[in-house]
């Protein structure tokens, strides 16, 4: 059996259609991550023992469970509570929130590279807390945990394929339904790895971009 062209070019459309979920499932989810992640972070340097302990429990849960696991509790577990979501919504929850655990441990290990004067300056002159985090402490932290970011949403790009156990027709999903209609796997998977590929590759070059553009070294 030859390797068919038409093939590809013919379901292409219907493969980037999909590749516009594992892009909402991807930037959805680290939009969560990020702001979560950055309340988790403030939390788990907090010098209350009770707030850190439960934040570390935050980390170590969502770290320790596969994502997997995750995408299945959350789908099936929303409606017992009252939520009855979206599986695309229960889909960008449960990658966001994962996601936050390793979000806040890269904040909280840029945060560790900021000088600790500046803290006691901020202090000193009377800005509040609130201020200070916002206006002061999360710029410098994602300004210096960029590459490490943009490292995680490309993880995030990888991982939405896993929404498809939960009916979610990405371009995972997609590619499999195809490849029952067409008999072609090798052409299907083809094309579906040169999307990611070029999906992270555009990821990677924006991060390179800003990188730049703040001087991250």
Same mark, same amino acid.
């Given at each position: 059996?030859?390797? !068919?062209?038409?093939?590809? /070019? ?10 516009? /979920? ?5 930037? @959805? ?7 979560? $992640? ?5 939390? +788990? ?18 770290? @320790?469970?596969?994502?997997?696991? #995750? ?11 009252? %939520?009855?979501? &979206? ?5 960008? %929850? ?17 945060? #560790?590279?900021?000088?600790?004067? #500046? ?5 000193? %002159? $009377?800005? &509040?807390?609130?201020? %200070? /985090?916002? +206006?002061?402490?999360?710029? #410098? ?19 939405? !394929? ?6 979610? @027709?990405?371009?995972? +999903? ?33 991060? +390179? ?9």
């Amino acid at each position: 059996m030859n390797f !068919s062209f038409d093939v590809i /070019w013919h379901n292409l459309p219907y493969m980037l259609a999909a590749a516009r /979920w594992t892009l909402l499932i991807s930037l @959805g989810g680290m939009a969560i991550s990020l702001v979560l $992640g950055i309340f988790v972070c403030a939390s +788990r340097i907090s010098k209350e023992p009770v707030i850190s302990g439960l934040a570390a429990l935050y980390i170590s849960f969502f770290r @320790g469970v596969p994502l997997l696991v #995750q995408l299945l509790v959350f789908y099936y577990m929303l409606p017992y509570i009252g %939520l009855d979501l &979206p599986a695309i919504a229960a889909a960008v %929850l449960a990658v966001g929130m994962c996601s936050a655990a390793y979000t806040a441990e890269i904040l909280r290990g840029a945060l #560790q590279t900021i000088p600790h004067g #500046q803290t006691e300056a901020a202090h000193a %002159l $009377g800005i &509040p807390t609130f201020s %200070l /985090w916002k +206006r002061i402490l999360v710029p #410098q932290a994602i300004r210096i945990g960029l590459p490490s970011l943009v490292n995680e949403l490309i993880l995030l790009v990888k991982v939405s !394929s896993l929404a498809s156990v939960v009916g979610i @027709g990405e371009l995972t +999903r997609i590619s499999q339904n195809i490849t029952g209609e067409t008999y072609r796997p090798l052409e299907i998977y083809v094309a579906a790895a040169a999307i990611y590929f070029l999906i992270n590759l555009v990821v990677s070059l924006l991060g +390179r971009l800003a990188e730049h553009k703040l001087k991250v070294v």
